[in-house]
């Protein structure tokens, strides 16, 4: 019997016979990069030293794709230990090799740069304008800090918030939703740990991983970014709720910054 469990914004998701997760895309573009993760991770999966899915297909028409249910809730960041595996988790993420990884289904870089430039010139027409007064000149300088290319690039998830991150019995049980992997701003995976989380938890992160002045400070830049997707995800969905909310995010960490 198949469990309706997740309705998130690029596939569905559902527990099979309670020991699988099947997942089915949304839109046609990401039936795309599920294929690919599918053969990522299958790679991938062996490098790390903390849990992934390691996906089949099993259907090909409509995509079906299944890994092994890895179960836990999703983190609370309040066990600094959790801290340490994550920014050493990282490490070792960041550093495969780029080369091995695109040709195993990663989004290579310059396509990557690519999808980033357009997301960029969207918020600067749909996003930007709602802003209005300091919040708007604020925002322009944010989104014009991401014009250049990043200092460096490694395989990274990108989209590694609290919802991807699994714990069980205080340790961290899975890393999931890898549809996103691309060659990027290695700053992006640790936006979210080291700007959201509470202080001795990101000092954990940061520690494990060797995190400098440099990365910090992108990764900062790209915690404020985040809401701006929720706005996007809003007006591509004709959804009020969730443009009201993603300009309440952008707001807040633009004047907490």
């Known amino acids: 019997m198949d469990e309706l469990i997740d309705t998130g914004w690029d596939s569905r998701a559902w527990i099979v016979d309670r020991v699988w997760l099947?997942?089915?895309?949304?839109?046609?573009?990401v039936a795309e990069r599920l294929r690919a993760e599918t053969r990522l991770m299958r790679w991938l999966a062996p490098l790390l030293p903390l849990p992934v899915p390691d996906p089949v297909v099993v259907r090909s028409e409509p995509l079906r794709v299944r890994h092994r249910l890895l179960l836990g809730r999703p983190i609370d960041p309040d066990v600094d230990a959790v801290g340490s595996a994550l920014g050493s988790f990282l490490r070792s993420l960041h550093g495969v090799s780029t080369a091995e990884a695109t040709r195993h289904g990663a989004l290579h870089a310059a396509r990557a740069q690519g999808c980033l430039a357009a997301e960029l010139a969207r918020m600067r027409s749909?996003?930007?304008?709602?802003?209005?007064?300091?919040?708007?000149?604020?925002?322009?300088?944010?989104?014009?800090?991401?014009?250049?290319?990043?200092?460096?690039?490694a395989l990274i998830h990108a989209d590694l918030g609290p919802t991807h991150i699994l714990v069980a019995d205080g340790a961290v049980s899975g890393i999931i939703d890898w549809t996103d992997a691309r060659i990027g701003d290695p700053a992006l995976d640790l936006s979210w740990l080291?700007?959201?989380?509470?202080?001795?938890?990101?000092?954990?992160?940061?520690?494990?991983?060797?995190?400098?002045?440099?990365?910090?400070?992108?990764?900062?830049?790209?915690?404020?970014?985040?809401?701006?997707?929720?706005?996007?995800?809003?007006?591509?969905?004709?959804?009020?709720?969730?443009?009201?909310?993603?300009?309440?995010?952008?707001?807040?960490?633009?004047?907490?910054?």
Do not use: C, M, N, Q
């Open 22 to 29: 099947d997942r089915e895309p949304r839109r046609p573009e």
């Open 126 to 153: 749909e996003v930007l304008p709602l802003l209005g007064g300091g919040a708007a000149a604020e925002g322009a300088g944010l989104l014009e800090a991401f014009a250049a290319p990043p200092p460096s690039l």
């Open 194 to 257: 080291l700007h959201g989380t509470p202080d001795g938890f990101a000092k954990a992160v940061a520690e494990a991983y060797g995190a400098d002045d440099a990365i910090r400070r992108r990764a900062l830049d790209w915690h404020r970014l985040g809401p701006w997707h929720e706005v996007l995800y809003g007006i591509d969905t004709d959804d009020d709720g969730y443009v009201a909310s993603g300009l309440a995010g952008v707001h807040a960490r633009l004047g907490g910054a």
